[in-house]
C-alpha cells in the first residue's frame, strides 16, 4: 500500500570534523502534504521511487513523500545536520550564522558522478537558529521553488527545487502564514561565509579541509599536490562567480542579498530570497526591502561579487604562501582578474543577445549606448531583447518592438525614439557587415527569453497558493520551463505588469 524511496546517501560533508555542523534532526510538522516533487530531478540524483504494492495509490505515494520531505520520516542512510558558518551581512561580520532553519540531510552522488547535497528548508530549530523559529512561510518556498527552477531553464548555474510539501502548521511572522519545507538540492552549501567560519576562530586546520574538500569536489581538475593548488583553487572559484554574475546581469536578474553567507564556492546561484528580475531596465535597481542604500542594486553585483572574493581571499592567505605579503599579491592579482573575467564574461553574453557570432572592439560601446537608451526610457528589459530578436533585417517591422515605448511606465519621448531608431540602423549594418543578418533571428530567439518570473507572476501564484489554489504556481512552472519558445496560449506571461500589478517591494522570507 505504500511506496519504497531509496536515497543513495553517502554523506562526505559528515565525514569531515565534527566542528563543521551539529548533528540535528528536524522536527516533525503536524500535518504535511505534498505541493510538489521534482520527479526529474530525482532521477537525476539517483532516487529510486518503487510501489511495494498493486494497491499502491497516487495519495499514498504522495504522503509518503510529505512525511520525508517535511523532515518528519528520516529515510535510510540520511546523516542529519546543520552546517556552521559565519558572514558579512550588508558589510557587517556576523561571526556565527549557520544553518538556522536548514537541516543537510546527505549528499550523494547523482547519476553523472556528481556530489549533490539535499537539504530541507524550514525543517525546525537548530544550535544555529538564534532566536529564529527554524520554519518558513508558505509564500518564500514556493517563490524559491519558482526562481531557481526558472533560473535553472534559462541555464543559469543555480540550487534546484526537489520537493514543496506544506506543514499544516502556521508560522508568525507580521501576521499569521501557512507554513511549508523546502527541498533543496545543491552541488554543495559551502558559502563563502562557511570559510570565514573556521578562519575567524583561527582554525587554520579547518580552513585547510575545507578547502581540500571543496577542491576534490567542485575542482578535481585542480592537482592537489601541486605548490600552487589552493591558488587554483580561488581562482577557479571566481571564475565561475564571474561567469555566474555575468549571467544574473544579462538576463534582468538581482539577487537583493548578496551577502558572503549567500555565495557558493561551486559556482552555483543560491538563497532566493528577495531576489527579483528587472522589468523597467534601469541600473539602479533594487526591490528589497531591507536594502535601504542600494548596496546590491543590479548594477553593483559584479561589484559586490569582488568585495566577497576578497573576504574569501583573506582566509585563505595562509595556504597561498607562508610571507603574507607574497599571499597578498596572489590574491590581490586574482582578485583583478575577477573584474576583467566578469566584465568578459557579460560581454560574450550581450554580443549573443544582439545575434553576433563574433564579439568586435566597438561592441562594448554599442551594448552601453543601448542600455542607456532602455535606462533613459525605462523600457521594459526581457521584451525589448525578445521582439529585437525579430527585427534582425532591415525590411524587419519595428513596430512590435517599438510599442514598448508605449508602455505605461516608460519615459517616451520623439528624440529617444529617433535615437533608437538610429541604434537599430547601426546594429542591422553591424550584422550585415558580419554576414551574421540571416542567422542572428533564430540565434537572438534561443538566447533572449519570452519568459522570466516577473514578480507579479511569482506574486500572484503565492497569493493564489495562500488561498489553497496551487493551480497558478503549476502553470507559472510550466510556462517557466521552457522560456525560449513563445507559445500563443502563454502570451500573457511575456508581459511586463500593469500599474497596478507592479510588485515595487520584495522581502526576504525568513
Ligand atoms: P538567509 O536570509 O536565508 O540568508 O538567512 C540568514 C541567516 O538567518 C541564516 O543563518 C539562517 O539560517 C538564519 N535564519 C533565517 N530565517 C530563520 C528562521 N526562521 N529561523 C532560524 N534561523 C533563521
Ligand atoms: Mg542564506
Known amino acids: 500500500?505504500?511506496?519504497?524511496?531509496?536515497?543513495?546517501?553517502?554523506?562526505?560533508?559528515?565525514?569531515?570534523?565534527?566542528?563543521?555542523?551539529?548533528?540535528?534532526?528536524?522536527?516533525?510538522?503536524?500535518?504535511?502534504?505534498?505541493?510538489?516533487?521534482?520527479?526529474?530531478?530525482?532521477?537525476?540524483?539517483?532516487?529510486?521511487?518503487?510501489?511495494?504494492?498493486?494497491?499502491?495509490?497516487?495519495?499514498?505515494?504522495?504522503?509518503?513523500?510529505?512525511?520525508?520531505?517535511?523532515?518528519?520520516?528520516?529515510?535510510?542512510?540520511?546523516?542529519?545536520?546543520?552546517?556552521?558558518?559565519?558572514?558579512?551581512?550588508?558589510?557587517q561580520l556576523n561571526p556565527q550564522l549557520g544553518d538556522g532553519r536548514a537541516i543537510l540531510l546527505g549528499d550523494l552522488l547523482d547519476i553523472q558522478g556528481q556530489r549533490r547535497d539535499i537539504q530541507l528548508k524550514g525543517s525546525g530549530r537548530t544550535p544555529f537558529s538564534r532566536s529564529g523559529d527554524g520554519r518558513s512561510p508558505l509564500g518564500p518556498v514556493l517563490r524559491e521553488y519558482i526562481l531557481c527552477e526558472a533560473m535553472h531553464a534559462l541555464g543559469v548555474p543555480t540550487t534546484r527545487a526537489l520537493a514543496a510539501v506544506s506543514s499544516g502548521e502556521w508560522v508568525i511572522r507580521d501576521g499569521r502564514e501557512p507554513g511549508a519545507v523546502f527541498t533543496r538540492v545543491a552541488a554543495s552549501h559551502i558559502r563563502v561565509g562557511t570559510f570565514q567560519y573556521f578562519a575567524l576562530r583561527r582554525d587554520g586546520e579547518a580552513v585547510k579541509q575545507l578547502a581540500d574538500h571543496v577542491m576534490a569536489r567542485h575542482y578535481p581538475h585542480i592537482n592537489s599536490n601541486d605548490d600552487d593548488a589552493y591558488r587554483h583553487l580561488f581562482e577557479a572559484i571566481c571564475r565561475k562567480q564571474a561567469e555566474l554574475i555575468a549571467q544574473w546581469m544579462q538576463i534582468g536578474f538581482i539577487h537583493g542579498v548578496m551577502n558572503t553567507d549567500n555565495m557558493t564556492v561551486s559556482g552555483e546561484a543560491i538563497d532566493y530570497g528577495p531576489c527579483a528580475f528587472m522589468d523597467a531596465y534601469h541600473p539602479e535597481t533594487v526591490f528589497s526591502s531591507i536594502d535601504r542604500n542600494g548596496r546590491y542594486a543590479y548594477q553593483n553585483q559584479p561589484a559586490i561579487g569582488q568585495w566577497n572574493l576578497a573576504r574569501l581571499a583573506e582566509t585563505l592567505l595562509p595556504l597561498f604562501n607562508d610571507d603574507e605579503k607574497i599571499a597578498v599579491e596572489k590574491a590581490t592579482a586574482i582578485l583583478q582578474d575577477f573584474a576583467l573575467w566578469q566584465q568578459q564574461a557579460w560581454l560574450e553574453h550581450m554580443r549573443e543577445k544582439l545575434g553576433f557570432s563574433a564579439l568586435k572592439n566597438s561592441d562594448q560601446a554599442l551594448i552601453e549606448?543601448?542600455?542607456?537608451?532602455?535606462?533613459?526610457?525605462?523600457?521594459?528589459?526581457?521584451?525589448?531583447?525578445?521582439?529585437?530578436?525579430?527585427?534582425?533585417?532591415?525590411?524587419?517591422?519595428?513596430?512590435?518592438?517599438?510599442?514598448?515605448?508605449?508602455?505605461?511606465?516608460?519615459?517616451?519621448?520623439?528624440?529617444?525614439?529617433?535615437?533608437?531608431?538610429?541604434?537599430?540602423?547601426?546594429?542591422?549594418?553591424?550584422?550585415?557587415?558580419?554576414?551574421?543578418?540571416?542567422?542572428?533571428?533564430?540565434?537572438?530567439?534561443?538566447?533572449?527569453?519570452?519568459?522570466?518570473?516577473?514578480?507579479?507572476?511569482?506574486?500572484?501564484?503565492?497569493?493564489?497558493?495562500?488561498?489553497?489554489?496551487?493551480?497558478?504556481?503549476?502553470?507559472?512552472?510550466?510556462?517557466?520551463?521552457?522560456?525560449?519558445?513563445?507559445?500563443?496560449?502563454?502570451?500573457?506571461?511575456?508581459?511586463?505588469?500593469?500599474?497596478?500589478?507592479?510588485?515595487?517591494?520584495?522581502?526576504?522570507?525568513t
Open 1 to 91: 500500500m505504500s511506496i519504497s524511496l531509496h536515497i543513495p546517501f553517502s554523506n562526505a560533508y559528515a565525514a569531515l570534523p565534527d566542528r563543521f555542523y551539529a548533528r540535528v534532526l528536524p522536527t516533525p510538522v503536524k500535518n504535511p502534504a505534498l505541493i510538489r516533487f521534482n520527479s526529474a530531478l530525482a532521477q537525476e540524483l539517483g532516487i529510486e521511487l518503487n510501489a511495494d504494492s498493486a494497491c499502491s495509490t497516487d495519495n499514498n505515494s504522495d504522503n509518503q513523500l510529505a512525511q520525508i520531505f517535511s523532515g518528519n520520516e528520516i529515510p535510510d542512510n540520511a546523516a542529519p545536520l546543520a552546517m556552521a558558518y559565519s558572514g558579512h551581512q550588508f558589510g
Open 369 to 509: 549606448n543601448l542600455l542607456a537608451l532602455l535606462a533613459e526610457g525605462r523600457i521594459d528589459y526581457t521584451l525589448f531583447f525578445r521582439r529585437l530578436s525579430d527585427c534582425s533585417q532591415p525590411d524587419n517591422e519595428r513596430q512590435a518592438l517599438l510599442e514598448l515605448l508605449n508602455l505605461p511606465e516608460c519615459r517616451s519621448s520623439a528624440t529617444l525614439l529617433q535615437n533608437i531608431n538610429n541604434w537599430l540602423d547601426d546594429w542591422q549594418q553591424q550584422l550585415i557587415q558580419r554576414g551574421d543578418s540571416d542567422s542572428a533571428g533564430q540565434r537572438m530567439l534561443n538566447k533572449n527569453p519570452a519568459f522570466i518570473p516577473r514578480n507579479h507572476r511569482v506574486a500572484e501564484a503565492i497569493a493564489a497558493a495562500e488561498e489553497g489554489d496551487f493551480s497558478v504556481f503549476e502553470q507559472l512552472l510550466q510556462v517557466l520551463a521552457e522560456p525560449y519558445s513563445s507559445k500563443a496560449e502563454y502570451a500573457d506571461y511575456e508581459q511586463p505588469p500593469k500599474p497596478d500589478e507592479k510588485v515595487l517591494r520584495t522581502f526576504c522570507g
